[in-house]
């Protein structure tokens, strides 16, 4: 489910970036590879085993709200701890992932 929820704001979001013409800005780089390639990799070797043992010690109704934990904890997290961007653009954008997760539910 979280997986169709995903593609379901994914695809919104590049609705959006394609009406907005924001395409041409999208750029590729080494770094943004790597970047991903990090993120995959240890995000599905730290993240999976975590979740699992979750699901052993708590119960399902409280394991299943990382989906709505996660991305608001990474963001603050980026933006206090590395400086990102934080303002209207960054709560619309979580909020519109948040409500994928709620809708999806």
Same mark, same amino acid.
């Given at each position: 489910?979280?997986?169709?929820?995903?593609?379901?704001?994914?695809?919104?979001?590049?609705?959006?970036?394609?009406?907005?013409?924001?395409?041409?800005?999208?750029?590729? +780089?080494?770094?943004?590879?790597?970047?991903?390639?990090?993120?995959?990799?240890?995000?599905?070797?730290?993240?999976?085993?975590?979740?699992?043992?979750?699901?052993?010690?708590?119960? %399902?109704?409280? %394991?299943?709200?990382?989906?709505?934990?996660?991305? %608001?904890?990474?963001?603050?997290? $980026?933006?206090?701890?590395?400086?990102?961007?934080?303002?209207?653009? %960054?709560?619309?954008?979580?909020?519109?992932? +948040?409500?994928?997760?709620?809708? $999806?539910?």
């Amino acid at each position: 489910m979280a997986a169709a929820q995903m593609f379901a704001d994914a695809a919104m979001m590049l609705i959006l970036a394609m009406a907005r013409d924001e395409i041409r800005a999208l750029a590729f +780089t080494p770094r943004s590879f790597a970047a991903e390639a990090y993120l995959a990799a240890v995000g599905s070797l730290a993240g999976h085993p975590a979740y699992i043992d979750a699901l052993k010690c708590l119960p %399902v109704s409280v %394991v299943s709200l990382y989906a709505y934990a996660n991305p %608001v904890i990474a963001v603050l997290l $980026g933006a206090a701890l590395l400086d990102e961007p934080f303002g209207p653009r %960054v709560i619309c954008g979580d909020g519109n992932g +948040t409500s994928g997760n709620y809708g $999806g539910a």
